[in-house]
Nanobody, 118 residues
Framework: QVQLVESGGGLVQPGGSLRLSCAAS????????LGWHRQAPGKQRELVAD???????NYVESVKGRFTISRDNVKNTVILQMNSLKPEDTAVYYC????????????WGQGTQVTVSS
């Protein structure tokens, strides 16, 4: 059974930091591209950052220079370090693991709430 379990969300003041973690089980973790997506109320889900199996990273423009995605293929975790948080970063953040082989394998976590407010 595949599980992606996010943790680390919460309430933080503008300018603060949070570290999101996603622990995966039931998959060959190193073979998967990993991503963090977010969905704010009334908005579509958007990709925030992703990292390939080779460690190449990609970020949405609005978080460049503030967020860092990393992966640990030993601990089967993907981390999103979020610094200089802004109110517009408020959303539910979801972890995603994806792999294309003879078919596409696409798994999601349950989400963790991040609220940036004073």
């Amino acid at each position: 059974q595949v599980q992606l379990v996010e943790s680390g969300g919460g309430l933080v003041q503008p300018g603060g930091s949070l570290r999101l973690s996603c622990a995966a089980s039931g998959i060959s973790f190193s073979r998967y591209a990993l991503g963090w997506h977010r969905q704010a109320p009334g908005k579509q889900r958007e990709l925030v950052a992703d990292i390939t199996t080779g460690g190449i990273t990609n970020y949405v423009e609005s978080v460049k220079g503030r967020f860092t995605i990393s992966r640990d293929n030993v601990k089967n975790t993907v981390i999103l370090q979020m610094n200089s948080l802004k109110p517009e970063d408020t959303a539910v953040y979801y972890c995603n693991a994806k792999r294309s082989a003879y078919k596409t394998f696409d798994y999601w976590g349950q989400g963790t709430q991040v609220t940036v407010s004073s």
